[in-house]
């Protein structure tokens, strides 16, 4: 028998007060991993504690990584032998263990990482990822479920790399690969989303000379060495939106505060297409939510486009609108498994191909729900907040993945919402 945590949340009125934002989880992932590359102690500010940083450095401390942690600030250090193996029980946990190929190739020499497998909504390959470590000189095969790759005599070559689609991993990868590699690289159609930008700086304010971010070409030049200086992670755009979809779904107020308004362009539009008050300060966003959301319609794309990572949680909201909206995710076509739990909780929500149609209903009405990705969770939890009666949301350990202390953030502006332990299957 198996303990497992649930979340068990009422509809409780609107949520008011104030809320802070921790540090991202995707951009930290990147960075953390970066420390393969450094042969001094890295230290970095405002790391969130979440599972998938926890798993993270299981696995760096499996390749010889030690870690330590005080408080937001984990240091790390490379400085020993490294093992060159991420085993399949630590990488089916999370995808990001594939960013260990790109820094183990460039340090290490030789990589042999499981293949992350697929996910909840859909296949999710690593074809771009592998691309770019061959366009740098390694030759990689994929042998009994392991990605198996080795650098040429004399390490990693720079060189140019053009991806098809954007791809914030395999970006990410690429950058990691290529800081320590001799000569230049230059990397085409780069991802440009802010945890991207976020790892290029952090690259570059350790020496290594990165041209363009924040555009979609790099230019990276190779150095053998790279210096420290502490580094704090940016503030998580997504628990943001999921903080400010919340707010709105209980026509709350809620001052959203220590994030950045810059990273949320697209989702603040659509709160505002949503009939929501926005209102924004340097570091912080105002939300004030009116009942009920007007309609809106929402196509999820690379940044600055509107995030696959809120559509669920935006879909909750849609799903207690004024009238029809749809939401189409471009990014992952089968990122849908929370509709069905929506329904349970009486939303009419359709889906056609890759659009979700969501008409209006009198209400929700709380249910037994089970969460099977992270941003569906969240997405299970916010209609709970409106929910009449009690919602039930199980499997609360893909929440643990990406929220840092979600329950109590969102108890302190007024939510009914707590933890509990339950025997799983
Ligand atoms: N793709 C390929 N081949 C590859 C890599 C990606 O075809 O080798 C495709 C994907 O199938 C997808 C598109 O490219 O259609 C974009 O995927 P991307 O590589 O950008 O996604 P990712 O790096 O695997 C990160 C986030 C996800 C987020 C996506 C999209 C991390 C650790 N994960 O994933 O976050 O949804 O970018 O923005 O940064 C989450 O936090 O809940 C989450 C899933």
Redesign the pocket.
């Known amino acids: 028998m198996v303990v497992i945590d649930a979340i068990l949340v009422k509809g409780n009125g609107p949520l008011r007060g104030e809320v802070a934002i921790s540090g991202s989880?995707?951009a930290a992932?990147p960075i953390l991993t970066a420390a393969i590359l450094f042969r001094d102690p890295v230290s970095i500010d405002n790391v969130p504690e979440l599972r998938d940083i926890t798993t993270l450095l299981n696995l760096l401390s499996l390749l010889g990584v030690r870690s330590v942690r005080r408080g937001k600030r984990i240091v790390l250090d490379a400085s020993g032998p490294l093992s060159h193996e991420a085993p399949y029980d630590l990488v089916r946990k999370m995808?990001?263990s594939i960013y260990v190929l790109g820094p183990l190739l460039a340090r290490v020499g030789e990589a042999r990482v499981s293949l992350p497998g697929g996910c909840a909504w859909g296949p999710?390959?690593?074809?771009?990822?592998i691309m770019a470590m061959e366009k740098l000189g390694a030759e990689v095969s994929v042998d009994h479920g392991y990605v198996v790759a080795k650098s040429p005599p004399g390490g990693l070559r720079g060189a140019t790399i053009s991806f098809g689609?954007?791809?914030?991993?395999?970006t990410c990868n690429a950058l990691l690969a290529c800081v320590t590699a001799k000569g230049e690289t230059t990397l085409e159609n780069a991802?440009i989303?802010p945890?991207v930008d976020s790892l290029a700086e952090f690259l570059a304010a350790c020496g290594a000379p990165i041209d363009g971010i924040g555009t979609r070409t790099l230019h990276v030049r190779g150095v053998d060495r790279l210096r420290p200086v502490p580094f704090p992670v940016i503030p998580d755009r997504?628990e943001a939106g999921t903080f400010l979809a919340a707010a709105a779904i209980t026509g709350g107020d809620l001052n959203v505060t220590g994030c950045r308004p810059d990273h949320l362009d697209a989702v603040l539009q659509t709160l505002r297409d949503a009939g929501c008050e926005i209102e924004t300060g340097k570091n912080s966003i105002r939300c004030r939510g009116s009942l009920p959301p007007k309609s809106f319609d929402i196509t999820t794309a690379p940044y600055p486009g509107f995030?696959?990572?809120m559509q669920a949680q935006m879909m909750a909201l849609a799903s207690i609108g004024d009238g029809v909206s749809r939401l189409t995710d471009t990014?992952?076509t089968d990122r849908f498994t929370h509709v069905a739990e929506l329904v349970r909780l009486g939303a009419d929500v359709r889906l056609e191909g890759n659009t979700a149609v969501v008409r209006p209903v009198g209400g929700l009405s709380g249910a037994r729900v089970m969460a099977s990705d992270?941003?569906a969770s969240a997405a299970l939890i916010v209609a709970g907040l409106v929910a009449k009666g009690q919602t039930h949301v199980s499997r609360v350990y893909h929440i643990d993945r990406?929220y840092e202390r979600i329950e109590e953030k969102l108890r302190n502006v007024g939510a009914s919402i707590e933890r509990v332990r339950e025997e799983g299957p």
């Open positions: 989880k995707n992932l995808r990001a999710r390959p690593v074809d771009l990822h689609t954007s791809s914030v991993g395999a991802a989303e945890e997504i995030p696959t990572d990014i992952y992270l941003r990406g």
